[in-house]
């Protein structure tokens, strides 16, 4: 599955997260995150949840599910 992060990156850049800030908010490389957000490998349960907290999402189908069209 291929998903769309734009509304998530977008969502990060507003609240003043950059890629490299929000790896260390859960836990990884920057390069990870990169892969992660280019579905080259897929977040992890507590990374999406880390997500979702941090960014304060309430619709994770917006932000996190939505396949790219």
Known sequence: MIFDFG???GLMKEKGYTQTSMARVLGI???A???KVK???YFTQPEL???M???E???PNEYLFK???
């Open 29 to 31: 490389t920057p390069a």
């Open 39 to 41: 579905c080259k490998s």
């Open 7 to 9: 509304k998530m990156l």
């Open 49 to 51: 949840k880390a997500l």
């Open 53 to 55: 907290l941090t960014l």
């Open 67 to 69: 396949l790219k069209s």
């Open 57 to 59: 999402i309430t619709d």
């Open 33 to 35: 995150f990169n892969r």
